[in-house]
Nanobody, 123 residues
Framework: EVQLVESGGGLVQAGGSLRLSCAAS????????IGWFRQAPGKEREGVSC????????NYVDSPKGRFTISSDNAKNTVYLQMNSLKPEDTAVYYC????????????????WGQGTQVTVSS
């Protein structure tokens, strides 16, 4: 059974940092791409970043680029999202998701999802 479990969310002041973790199990990690998405109240779920587990290549959407860094520990089947210089507009529920092979930051392309972790950035 495929499982994705996020952790690391919380309440932080603007300018602060958080590191989210996504622990994956139930599939061959190297065959997949792991993406981070977020959904703010009243808004659509949007892609944030993605990492291709086979070669470590990454991509990001424009808004958090330079502030967020995605990385992985293949030995632990875990993907991280380091978020620095957080802004109130980063407030959302953050989800990790998995799809086969390539990173395409479209939610509909991802078949497996975690339960989400809340990130709240106060001004």
């Amino acid at each position: 059974e495929v499982q994705l479990v996020e952790s690391g969310g919380g309440l932080v002041q603007a300018g602060g940092s958080l590191r989210l973790s996504c622990a994956a199990s139930g599939f061959t990690f190297d065959d997949y791409a792991i993406g981070w998405f977020r959904q703010a109240p009243g808004k659509e779920r949007e892609g944030v970043s993605c990492i291709n587990m086979s070669d470590g290549s990454t991509n990001y959407v424009d808004s958090p680029k330079g502030r967020f860094t995605i990385s992985s520990d293949n030995a632990k089947n875990t993907v991280y999202l380091q978020m620095n210089s957080l802004k109130p507009e980063d407030t959302a529920v953050y989800y990790c998701a998995a799809k086969l092979y390539s990173c395409i930051l479209l939610a509909g392309m991802f078949g497996y999802w975690g339960q989400g972790t809340q990130v709240t950035v106060s001004s």
